[in-house]
């Protein structure tokens, strides 16, 4: 499961967006309260999505996971995410054996 959604964090970061934007719509109904539930159980499936995009994009970089905490910050958190430079990888030293 874990490679799957490796692979596709950008489609989980945008459905995660689409749910949150529609669920936020539906969300603000006053008259029809089982469209306004709806409404609010879009907006968390879409934050969790959104959420577990952004870890994986993260990790992609490099970087802990806990970064994605920065996309409930909306526009700003998710530019700081996207602007974030990859962790450069640490060269391991090897040690040479002495030829026999």
């Known amino acids: 499961m874990n490679e799957l959604l490796e692979k596709r964090f950008f489609g989980c970061i945008f459905w995660g967006i689409i749910l949150n934007l529609g669920g936020a719509m539906l969300a603000v109904l006053q008259h029809f309260p089982f469209i306004k539930a709806l409404g609010w159980v879009m907006l968390l499936v879409g934050f969790g999505l959104m959420m577990i995009g952004l870890a994986f994009y ?3 970089k490099g970087r802990n996971p806990a970064w ?3 996309g409930i910050l909306s526009i700003l958190g998710l530019l700081i995410i996207v602007l974030l430079p990859a ?3 640490k060269i391991k030293e090897t040690t040479l ?3 026999p």
Do not use: A, N, T
Request: charged share 35%; with cysteine.
């Open 97 to 99: 054996k002495p030829v």
């Open 87 to 89: 962790k450069p990888e």
């Open 58 to 60: 993260v990790r992609s």
């Open 68 to 70: 994605c905490i920065l």
